[in-house]
């Protein structure tokens, strides 16, 4: 039997799977780091962090999984999007790593919007300047960091700085490269005109490929301290939510997916690189040759309910507690609304500056009213993102759920009367679909499967279960959307005011 590593680069922690080629998991191990914020608003990791919890993760799940280290054949690589990484000429990294939900740079945007141009944008990448996608952390280091970035020869996304350290080679691969907003998305390679008016260079942004490709093998040294071999190929990879997409099986038309992790993303297949009407979904690169996807992200959707239960209910572990005072509450939680927008907001909005508020709040209200507030207020932000996607003429037929969001079948049914539309999950642990996703590119890249798709129809079973729209709450659901959707307008400029306070 041949296994395959998986491995997840989250924000929060390294997760690392192996599975046998039919998709099978046989062991996971997972490892925290922490963020940093120096400023308000901002987050950054230490990429060396990452390696680490790479290096000890692999070698406790071979350590657990007693296979012999010769049958693994490939490695794959999910990892936080949007992120930047900047190294020297040697590799080495020259300050931390820029995450994706860090919000320092909404002026940057502006700057490169002006310095490029939304038309480039839109012809080149299906997407306008957007302040939280790795061009504006660039722009940002330009303007504010000049003594460092000039001594910059590479500028990696989190995963390729892993791929780095695992086998000395820069690369990267079209669906997380998609979110640079450097690459030619129609095109599936770097675009030259933005490259130029930015002052980059292949070189420093390192070579494309296509997520199941192989970009390199696992360096002698890290093998042997990982308990593999150098001779385990290691793939493109992929974005975690596109990876996630191949893990649940979104590889043909008339799918979509939902993940609820620390970002909450809906997710959605295409045939073509369409730029979305309205501008408040992402057009990325679909893991598979050929294929594309709309995607958008709320940036605090599960980390709403995480805060929420660190503050009030902080030894609810596995979220028992609160799944139970939440479907204790009534729908619409009693007239009470809540905005996730912790730290700031990506789709629709696109605005840095917004943050979480709690709308409509009396002494009627009890904790757990405030708390199904919370879960629903980020379900109706991820409504914002399918409302968005519907609106760019796809129509998906259910929604298969996954991340940690997942685990709550209270979550599953708020999502499908919100969503009203059927909620499906995967036949396996939904929250390793990312893992599985890479797992099974580079299941692909070696050999053992002719494509993506006939890999995935043969690997991803749906479970029996599934959550359908109660038409009574999805018509009140209606009702609550449509006054959740009029308040970020209203807000707008105070949660600007107050940040300036």
């Known amino acids: 039997m041949n296994y395959y590593l998986g491995l997840d680069l989250g924000t929060g922690s390294m997760k690392t799977v192996l599975f046998d080629v039919n998709g099978k998991e046989i062991a996971q191990n997972a490892i925290e780091y922490p963020i940093y914020q120096p400023n308000n608003g901002w987050s950054e990791q230490e990429p060396e962090d990452w390696y680490q919890a790479a290096v000890k993760t692999v070698r406790t799940v071979m350590e657990e999984a007693k296979v012999d280290p010769a049958s693994v054949l490939g490695l794959g690589i999910s990892g936080q999007m949007a992120g930047a990484v900047f190294s020297d000429k040697n590799g080495e990294v020259l300050r931390r790593a820029i995450l994706w939900n860090d919000a320092r740079t909404t002026e940057a945007c502006e700057h490169l919007r002006d310095r490029v141009g939304n038309d480039t944008f839109l012809k080149h990448v299906c997407n306008p300047a957007r302040p939280g996608l790795q061009a504006s952390r660039i722009q940002w280091m330009q303007e504010n960091e000049p003594d460092i970035y000039a001594q910059v020869a590479h500028i990696m996304l989190p995963k390729d700085y892993l791929r780095y350290r695992l086998t000395g080679e820069y690369a990267t691969e079209v669906s997380d490269a998609s979110g640079t907003q450097i690459l030619d998305v129609p095109k599936r390679k770097w675009c030259g005109e933005i490259m130029e008016i930015m002052g980059l260079t292949e070189d420093m942004m390192g070579k494309v490929y296509e997520s199941s490709e192989i970009t390199g093998y696992v360096l002698e040294d890290v093998a042997r301290e990982m308990g593999i071999t150098s001779k385990c190929a290691v793939v493109g990879g992929a974005g975690d939510n596109a990876a996630a997409g191949v893990g649940t099986g979104i590889v043909a038309p008339g799918r979509a997916m939902t993940t609820i992790g620390t970002s909450g993303t809906v997710f959605a297949f295409t045939e073509k690189p369409v730029t979305d009407p309205g501008q408040a979904v992402y057009t990325y690169c679909m893991p598979v040759p050929g294929a594309w996807h709309f995607m958008g992200s709320v940036n605090s959707c599960g980390d709403s309910l995480k805060w929420w239960r660190n503050e ?190």
């Open 312 to 501: 009030m209910y902080p030894n609810d572990a596995e979220y028992e507690e609160i799944n139970k005072v939440a479907q204790a509450s009534q729908p619409g939680a009693n007239r009470l609304i809540y905005l996730p927008y912790l730290n700031g907001e990506q789709s629709p909005h696109f605005n840095l500056n917004c943050r979480g508020s709690f709308v409509g709040l009396s002494k009627v209200h009890t904790k757990g009213d405030m708390t199904r507030a919370v879960m629903e207020g980020a379900t109706y932000a991820l409504r914002d993102i399918l409302t968005a996607i519907r609106n760019a003429d796809i129509e998906p037929d259910n929604v298969i759920m996954c991340g940690g969001g997942s685990k709550s079948p209270f979550w599953r049914q708020l999502m499908a009367d919100i969503y009203n539309i059927p909620v499906k999950l995967p036949d396996m642990n939904s929250e390793n679909a990312a893992a599985l996703g890479v797992a099974i590119l580079a299941m692909v890249g070696t050999g053992a499967y002719p494509s993506v798709v006939e890999a995935c129809d043969k690997i991803i079973k749906m479970r029996d279960e599934v959550y359908t729209p109660d038409a009574q709450r999805a018509k009140f659901y209606d009702k609550v959307y449509a006054e959740f959707d009029k308040l970020y307008p209203q807000l707008k400029d105070s949660f600007k005011s107050i940040l300036e306070l």
